[in-house]
């Protein structure tokens, strides 16, 4: 019982982390659109990204393969999150029209 107690703080700092991530990325990609230096803001933010991630997974994880194993499962649900969240934001104001085929 007391392992199943264990798990439920690793699946909540997977989807923290998963939502520092890819929130991260999701930020990285707008600034990066109007920025003279993208190269610089992708660099830099994926080192950032990928060490809090790998700090959090080694921090949660202890020897433990349960809790890491769950870790990423939250990891991967804020994936799918983060990414239907962004989607819903990121809506174009007008549709293109299709290209017309040949008669």
Known sequence: MHEA???GPALGAGVLLGA???????WTVRACVSSKQPAFWF????????SAVLAGFYFIGR??????LVC???FVMAR???TRL???VE???YWPREASHAP
């Not at 520092?20 to 999701?26: H, K, P």
């Not at 660099?43 to 990928?50: A, T």
């Open 5 to 7: 107690l264990s798990l």
């Open 80 to 82: 799918v999150f983060v």
């Open 91 to 93: 809506k174009p104001t």
């Open 43 to 50: 660099f830099g933010s994926q080192l950032l990204r990928i």
């Open 63 to 68: 020897g433990h393969w349960e809790r890491l």
């Open 20 to 26: 520092i991530f890819f929130g991260g990325l999701w």
């Open 72 to 74: 990423l499962l939250g």
């Open 86 to 88: 962004t989607r819903a």
